[in-house]
């Protein structure tokens, strides 16, 4: 997510639409470095989409020693949507 880094401490809302085949289970996660690098222990998980719409939103605090920021929608390798992103 470019540009996280620019509201360090700070509070957020991310809203997005995320939508894939039915037959998926959809565990999106963000992945925060604070310059270890990425990890499972500093990974957020995130709320699931609403069904039918696929929406979802979540609020989190951009940790102060925040690097970089990758949003991971799926568990597993396959086609996805991604829409309506805002900040």
């Avoid at 401490?9 to 037959?23: N, P, Q, Y």
């Amino acid at each position: 997510l470019l540009g996280l880094e620019a509201h360090r401490g700070r509070w957020v809302r991310i809203r997005f639409e995320l939508t894939a085949d039915d037959s998926l289970r959809l565990a999106p996660y963000l992945y925060l470095d604070t310059g270890q690098g990425f990890s499972q222990e500093s990974a957020i998980r995130l709320p699931p989409p609403e069904p039918g719409t696929g929406a979802c939103e979540f609020v989190f605090r951009v940790p102060e020693a925040l690097v970089g920021a990758r949003f991971d929608p799926l568990d597993v390798p396959a086609r996805f949507r991604l829409g309506g992103a805002e900040a």
